[in-house]
């Protein structure tokens, strides 16, 4: 993962939910200091992020709070200028919600770290100038969260350069891509016309209309509304059906007599990797690719066989699902591996960083990082081809969500968007 690209995923998954009506008791709570994995500090609005950490509680266990382990979130601010400690706070708070109990903020106070001075709002960055607090706001004005390590979102950036929407001379369209967290989807061109949507950091659009700044564009779910032209980048796409003709052999890692990586509790690991390979597979047949899969029930297939398989069908990809497995049951998170010394090394590596973002982006565990390493799939098979390693099976909480059928449905999904921008943006 590039730093600037690991900040934006942190910032996208404070910033996933939005509302949630009446919180207990933490009206005196302004905002939460916290820290990415470059060191930098930034300021939330506490709503949004308590709120956010409540609801994905209720959703999966471990979803947030593994991110905010990692990220070292600092404190809570409160109103009078006061800081008390996240650790505590988070479990207590998500805890009263979602039981309608009570939350005694006070318990949590800390007595030092008030440096950093009270300035509730929205997001903002905090660094240290010779000594003094600068806050340098982020731009929410349009996108509802700004991307921080891009400040110059005030710059009109065109979409097109002059006369190249309407002269092509064939019926190729042109798409954008949203390139903050979220974005508002509205009703006309200004923010004076409703919102009717938020699209994601990642989102394609077909653009069919300009007005000075907006754009007016077609989801790929075909809501139609307006967009802020800031906001997006130009996506270089070939078609918005990037997937179809594909060949994509999916490898569902083990089987048969050799049950893998065997979990904290005795899952094993040839149950989860055929169950979210064949959720891939539907995914993937249903954007009009060609899934060959390596095993389709509970069958011993060698190595050998898995590479044979794909390079007889000049395969165009090559997607090994494992779970993985350690000693100690708190080694956790996900890894995706690619091999580095074939022709093929380069657009691996890029599907290995694609779908490593998708899985970091959508369940949020410790991202171990994308790797290179020479399994025998990865170095005998003739396309760009990556193994991942989806979290730990020896791990308490991580065997839960790989036995869990909806979090194995999210796995795929995250796998397939990690192949499907590889076919949208891989040259
Ligand atoms: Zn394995």
């Given at each position: 993962?590039?730093?600037?690209?690991?900040?934006?995923?942190?910032?996208?998954?404070?910033?996933?939910?939005?509302?949630?009506?009446?919180?207990?008791?933490?009206?005196?709570?302004?905002?939460?200091?916290?820290?990415?994995?470059?060191?930098e500090l930034y300021?939330?609005?506490?709503?949004?992020?308590?709120?956010?950490?409540?609801?994905?509680?209720?959703?999966?266990?471990?979803?947030?709070?593994?991110?905010?382990v990692e990220k070292e979130a600092y404190a809570f601010l409160t109103e009078n200028g006061r800081y008390i400690s996240y650790r505590g706070v988070l479990d207590n708070y998500a805890l009263a919600i979602v039981s309608n109990g009570n939350f005694d903020l006070e318990k949590y106070l800390l007595n030092k770290e008030a440096e950093l001075a009270a300035m509730p709002g929205n997001i903002k960055k905090v660094s240290i100038n010779s000594g003094n607090i600068v806050y340098t706001p982020i731009n929410l004005e349009e996108g509802a969260a700004g991307k921080p390590d891009n400040p110059d979102t005030g710059v009109k950036k065109p979409i097109n350069e002059p006369g190249e929407n309407h002269n092509t001379g064939n019926t190729s369209k042109t798409y954008v891509m949203v390139d903050v967290n979220i974005l508002n989807l509205r009703s006309g061109p200004g923010t004076n016309h409703e919102i009717i949507d938020q699209l994601s950091f990642g989102a394609i659009l077909e653009v069919t209309d300009e007005q000075k700044e907006w754009l007016k564009v077609i989801t790929m779910d075909s809501k139609s509304g307006w967009v802020h032209g800031d906001f997006v980048k130009k996506a270089d796409l070939k078609s918005k059906d990037a997937l179809r003709g594909k060949v994509i052999v999916v490898d569902p890692g083990h089987g048969g007599v050799d049950p893998g990586a065997i979990g904290f509790s005795g899952l094993q690991e040839k149950v989860v990797t055929l169950a979210v390979g064949q959720n891939l597979e539907s995914l993937l047949q249903g954007a009009g690719a060609s899934v060959i899969m390596t095993r389709t029930g509970d069958q011993s297939v060698s190595n050998t066989k898995r590479v044979e398989i794909a390079n007889k069908a000049r395969a165009d990809l090559f997607v090994s699902i494992h779970a993985n497995a350690f000693t100690s049951p708190d080694a956790n998170g996900t890894e995706t591996y690619y091999y580095e010394n074939?022709?093929?090394?380069?657009?691996?590596?890029?599907?290995?960083?694609?779908?490593?973002?998708?899985?970091?982006?959508?369940?949020?565990?410790?991202?171990?990082?994308?790797?290179?390493?020479?399994?025998f799939v990865l170095t005998n098979s003739e396309m760009p081809a990556v193994l991942v390693e989806m979290a730990f099976l020896t791990n308490q909480k991580e065997e839960e969500l790989l036995r869990d059928a909806k979090t194995q449905k999210i796995l795929a999904e995250a796998l397939f968007r990690g192949i499907e921008s590889y076919f949208l943006s891989y040259r």
């Open positions: 993962m590039g730093k600037s690209v690991e900040k934006v995923l942190f910032l996208s998954l404070l910033i996933i939910f939005i509302i949630f009506s009446t919180s207990p008791a933490l009206a005196a709570v302004s905002a939460l200091i916290a820290k990415d994995s470059n060191g300021q939330f609005d506490y709503k949004l992020l308590l709120n956010s950490y409540a609801l994905s509680l209720l959703d999966s266990p471990d979803g947030l709070y593994s991110s905010f074939n022709e093929n090394s380069a657009a691996s590596k890029f599907l290995a960083q694609a779908i490593q973002g998708e899985f970091l982006s959508t369940l949020g565990l410790r991202d171990r990082g994308v790797k290179e390493k020479n399994f």
